[in-house]
Nanobody, 122 residues
């Protein structure tokens, strides 16, 4: 199984970025796909997830209304659209796969990508 995250970079406060995650080696349509982030010196935290069934989507309170998770099962891709970015959004962003219907804890995710750096400058 491979999860390849991309799309990170340097952006100014208030700007936007779209992260992508390409999945291979798994039955993509049968996995909830999540995004997590980890800032230096901090624990990895949940950002958002989209279920493999029922279209259920969950977000962390800190990103609600600013970030949008979507998926394309045909392309085996999951996306994280990030708008109105803030300096506190600076982190390495990871995509991950879970068999849970929806999950917000790292323990529920069995496959992880390598991460992509997002830096928001003020």
């Amino acid at each position: 199984v491979q999860l390849q995250a991309s799309g990170g970079g340097l952006v100014q406060v208030g700007g936007s970025l779209r992260l992508s995650c390409a999945a291979s080696g798994l039955t993509f349509s049968a996995y909830t796909m999540g995004w997590f982030r980890q800032a230096p010196g901090k624990e990895r935290e949940f950002v958002g997830a989209i279920s493999w069934i029922g279209g259920k989507i969950s977000y962390a309170d800190s990103v609600k209304g600013r970030f949008t998770v979507s998926r394309d099962n045909a392309l085996q891709m999951v996306y994280l659209q990030m708008d109105s970015l803030k300096p506190e959004d600076t982190a390495v962003y990871y995509c991950a796969a879970s068999r849970a219907i929806i999950a917000s804890t790292t323990l529920n995710y069995v496959y992880w990508g390598q991460g992509t750096q997002v830096t928001v400058s003020s």
